[in-house]
C-alpha cells in the first residue's frame, strides 16, 4: 500500500453514495446475502458534514474516497497506528493515501461500514472482505465473513473456500472447510476440484476417523486421485492405502492386493489394516414401539445400512430382546447419558399409569422405582444433567395431564415443577417436547415456550403456524423439527423447523410419504424418520433421510423388519455396554 501527500483532481465518490436500507436487525440473513451490524457506534453525523471537514482520502484507481481521520482510526487498527504513530500522517492536516491492494468498490463497501456500523456481505464480495479486512486489521469484519461463509458452504464451493482459506493463513476458516468436507466426503470427493487436492490434506482426511464415507468409497477416491495424475501420485500409493481399511473393502480386496503388489508393496502388510469402521458408522438406532403389535426390538446398523432384528429360533439373544420389550404399554423410552435405558408412564385397561422403570444392564431386566405423582399416557421425556423432566401425555383416553415433573437421578426421588406459567393449555397430551442447549421448549396447539430449569422461568415462543397431532420431534443444529403429523383422520407431510437462533418458525421440504406417530433421530448430521401410521390406516417400515444442507428428503432402500408406529427411537454408540448385548450378539447369530 503506497501512501503519498498530493493534490488531486482525481473523480470524488461522496461517502452517503452507497446508503443501506433502514433495519434494525442485527444479523438478517437470507440465502445469498447478509446484513451485519457492527459493535462499534455508527457516525451519521459526520457522514453529513461538508467533504471540506474531511481530513483524509482514500485513492483506488484514480478515485478519490473522502473520509475523517477519527472514524477510520476508532474502527481499523491499520488506521489507528497510521495516525497515532510518528507516521509523518499524524502531524498533516489533510492526507491522501493511495491504495493499491483493494479495489474501489470493497473500500468503499468498509469505508460506509466504518460509518454505518453496517455492512451487506454476499457471495460475491466475501472473499474480497476477507483479503480486505486482513490487510486493514478489521477482525470483526473477518469473524463476519468466516460466519457468513459457514452458512453458505456447499459441495461445489468448499474446496475453494478451504484454499482460499489457506491461503490467507485463515486456520478457523480452513477448519471449517475441512470439516465440512469429512461430513460430506460422499457430495465432494468425485469433484474435479478434488482431484486438485494436494497430497498432505487427502492424507489428512483418509487418515481421519470421522470421515464420513463407506470405505468402499475411500479406496474409489485413493485411486482416483492417484489415476488424475499417475506420474507424480503413483508413489503415494502405498502410504495412501495403507489408511485404507482394506477388509470392509469386500469387492474389491482382491484388487487392493493388485496395487499393493504393482508398488512392490508386502502383502502381508494388509494385517495391520484395521477392521473397524470410522466413527460416523459406529452407530445404531434403537427402535422400540407400541403398534401395532409390540414387537422385538428392532435395530439400524449406519454401516451396513439395514435394519435387523431377531428373527431365529435358536438366537442366543433372543431372550434379551424380548426383555428389551418396553414394560408397560404406552409408555415412554428414553436412553439416558449414562447409557441405560429409562421408562415412564403406560396403559392398563385404558388408564394411565405412574409407574416408571430403569433397564439393568447386569440382569438384563427392567427394573421398577419410584412411581411418578401423576398418572401419564404416552409422556414426553427429556433429561437435563441428573434430572429427567416427564411432561404431558394422557391420564386416560380423554383426560391429559398438565404437570411436569422431574426426578432426581442422585436423589431418586420425584419432585413437581412450578414455574410461572400462566396457560397450563400448553401442557396438554397435544404437544410436542424438545431439549436444545439446556432450555426445554413445550409446543402445543395454540401456544408455545421454554423452561429454563435454572431460573424456574418460563418464556413464550411464537406459536407452530401448522399443528398436526401425532408428529415426530428431533433436534439437529439448535433447530427443533416437528414432522409430520395427522389432522383427524389425514396424515400429513409437512415439516416445521424452529429456529432456536432466530426464533423463528421455517417451513422445510415435504417428506415423501405422508406419516403421523413416526420415530426420528438425527444421527452424523442428518434425520431419520421412519415408520408410522399411513394416510391409508395402514402401519409403515419406510424410512427416509433429511439433509438440512440441500433441505432435501430421500427415501432410503433400507426398510424395517416390520411395520411400527408409536415408536421411541434412541442412537447408540457401538462402544456401549447396551449396544454390544443388543447389537454385537444379534450380530453373532444373525447368520445361521
Known amino acids: 500500500m503506497d501512501i503519498s501527500m498530493e493534490t488531486s483532481t482525481r473523480e470524488t465518490i461522496p461517502l452517503s453514495s452507497n446508503r443501506y436500507p433502514d433495519d434494525d436487525t442485527e444479523i438478517a440473513l437470507t440465502s445469498k446475502s447478509l446484513k451485519y451490524k457492527g459493535k462499534n457506534e455508527?457516525?451519521?453525523?459526520?457522514?453529513?458534514?461538508?467533504?471540506?471537514?474531511?481530513?483524509?482520502s482514500l485513492v483506488v484507481n484514480n478515485q478519490k474516497l473522502n473520509a475523517h481521520k477519527i472514524v477510520l482510526a476508532s474502527n481499523s487498527a491499520y488506521f489507528d497506528r497510521m495516525f497515532d504513530s510518528y507516521f509523518k500522517e499524524r502531524f498533516q492536516d489533510k492526507?491522501?493515501?493511495?491504495?493499491?491492494?483493494?479495489?474501489?468498490?470493497?473500500?468503499?463497501?468498509?469505508?460506509?461500514?466504518?460509518?454505518?456500523?453496517?455492512?451487506?456481505?454476499?457471495?460475491?464480495?466475501?472473499?474480497?472482505?476477507?483479503?480486505?479486512?486482513?490487510?486493514?486489521?478489521?477482525?470483526?469484519?473477518?469473524?463476519?465473513?468466516?460466519?457468513?461463509?459457514?452458512?453458505?458452504?456447499?459441495?461445489?464451493?468448499?474446496?475453494?473456500?478451504?484454499?482460499?482459506?489457506?491461503t490467507l493463513g485463515l486456520n478457523d476458516l480452513?477448519?471449517?472447510?475441512?470439516?465440512?468436507?469429512?461430513?460430506?466426503?460422499?457430495?465432494?470427493?468425485?469433484?474435479?476440484e478434488f482431484m486438485k487436492t494436494n497430497y498432505d490434506e487427502i492424507m489428512l482426511l483418509i487418515k481421519n476417523d470421522d470421515l464420513f464415507a463407506k470405505e468402499d468409497m475411500v479406496y474409489d477416491v485413493v485411486m482416483n486421485w492417484i489415476k488424475y495424475d499417475p506420474a507424480t501420485r503413483s508413489k503415494y500409493s502405498s502410504e495412501l492405502l495403507w489408511y485404507v481399511r482394506?477388509?470392509?473393502?469386500?469387492?474389491?480386496?482382491?484388487?487392493?492386493?493388485?496395487?499393493?503388489?504393482?508398488?512392490?508393496a508386502k502383502i502381508n502388510e494388509l494385517s495391520s489394516f484395521r477392521m473397524e469402521h470410522r466413527r460416523?458408522?459406529?452407530?445404531?438406532?434403537?427402535?422400540?414401539?407400541?403398534?401395532?403389535?409390540?414387537?422385538?426390538?428392532?435395530?439400524?446398523?449406519?454401516?451396513?445400512?439395514?435394519?435387523?432384528?431377531?428373527?431365529?429360533?435358536?438366537?442366543l439373544c433372543k431372550t434379551f430382546q424380548y426383555r428389551l420389550l418396553p414394560p408397560r404399554t404406552l409408555c415412554t423410552v428414553i436412553l439416558l447419558d449414562d447409557g441405560r435405558l429409562f421408562a415412564a408412564g403406560g396403559s392398563r385397561y385404558g388408564t394411565g399409569m405412574r409407574s416408571t422403570y430403569l433397564f439393568d444392564l447386569k440382569t438384563h431386566k427392567w427394573i421398577s422405582f419410584m412411581d411418578m405423582h401423576f398418572e401419564r399416557l404416552r409422556p414426553f421425556i427429556v433429561q437435563l444433567g441428573s434430572y429427567v423432566y416427564v411432561i404431558g401425555g394422557c391420564t386416560s383416553e380423554k383426560q391429559d395431564a398438565s404437570a411436569i415433573e422431574c426426578f432426581d437421578l442422585l436423589k431418586k426421588q420425584w419432585f413437581v415443577i412450578n414455574c410461572e406459567i400462566d396457560l397450563i393449555e400448553t401442557f396438554k397430551n397435544n404437544n410436542y417436547v424438545a431439549c436444545v442447549k439446556g432450555l426445554i421448549y413445550i409446543i402445543g396447539i395454540n401456544e408455545a415456550g421454554y423452561y429454563?430449569?435454572?431460573?424456574?422461568?418460563?418464556?413464550?415462543?411464537?406459536?407452530?403456524?401448522?399443528?398436526?397431532?401425532?408428529?415426530?420431534?428431533?433436534?439437529?443444529?439448535?433447530?427443533?423439527?416437528?414432522?409430520?403429523?395427522?389432522?383427524?383422520?389425514n396424515c400429513y407431510k409437512s415439516v416445521w423447523a424452529y429456529c432456536t437462533l432466530t426464533e423463528e418458525w421455517v417451513s422445510l421440504s415435504e417428506l415423501n410419504y405422508a406419516r403421523s406417530f413416526s420415530g426420528a433421530v438425527a444421527m452424523n448430521g442428518n434425520i431419520y424418520v421412519f415408520g408410522g401410521k399411513m394416510?391409508?390406516?395402514?402401519?409403515?417400515?419406510?424410512?427416509?433421510?433429511y439433509d438440512p444442507h440441500d433441505n432435501k428428503w430421500v427415501i432410503s432402500h433400507a426398510y424395517m423388519k416390520k411395520d411400527r408406529c408409536h415408536i421411541d427411537a434412541m442412537v447408540i454408540e457401538k462402544n456401549s455396554e447396551l449396544f454390544k448385548k443388543v447389537f454385537e450378539e444379534?450380530?453373532?447369530?444373525?447368520?445361521h
Request: aromatic fraction near 12%; glycine fraction near 4%; hydrophobic fraction near 35%.
Open 586 to 591: 444379534a450380530t453373532n447369530t444373525i447368520i
Open 246 to 264: 482394506l477388509p470392509l473393502v469386500l469387492n474389491t480386496y482382491q484388487g487392493v492386493i493388485k496395487v499393493h503388489e504393482y508398488q512392490g
Open 535 to 545: 394416510m391409508n390406516t395402514t402401519y409403515s417400515n419406510t424410512f427416509e433421510i
Open 280 to 315: 460416523p458408522f459406529r452407530k445404531g438406532i434403537l427402535v422400540i414401539s407400541h403398534y401395532p403389535f409390540e414387537s422385538t426390538p428392532e435395530w439400524y446398523d449406519a454401516a451396513y445400512d439395514q435394519w435387523q432384528n431377531c428373527i431365529c429360533e435358536n438366537c
Open 95 to 166: 492526507i491522501e493515501i493511495n491504495i493499491t491492494d483493494v479495489s474501489f468498490e470493497i473500500l468503499s463497501t468498509l469505508v460506509q461500514f466504518f460509518y454505518t456500523s453496517e455492512i451487506y456481505i454476499t457471495e460475491n464480495n466475501v472473499q474480497d472482505l476477507l483479503i480486505s479486512s486482513s490487510i486493514f486489521l478489521l477482525d470483526e469484519v473477518q469473524t463476519a465473513c468466516v460466519n457468513y461463509i459457514k452458512k453458505i458452504i456447499d459441495a461445489e464451493n468448499c474446496i475453494n473456500m478451504k484454499d482460499f482459506a489457506n
Open 452 to 489: 429454563d430449569s435454572h431460573n424456574h422461568k418460563w418464556k413464550y415462543i411464537d406459536p407452530i403456524p401448522e399443528f398436526n397431532t401425532g408428529s415426530a420431534v428431533c433436534t439437529l443444529n439448535g433447530n427443533i423439527y416437528i414432522i409430520g403429523g395427522q389432522r383427524l383422520e
Open 174 to 192: 480452513y477448519s471449517i472447510c475441512m470439516t465440512y468436507i469429512i461430513n460430506n466426503f460422499r457430495l465432494v470427493a468425485n469433484s474435479k
Open 42 to 56: 455508527p457516525y451519521p453525523n459526520l457522514m453529513q458534514l461538508d467533504e471540506c471537514t474531511m481530513d483524509v
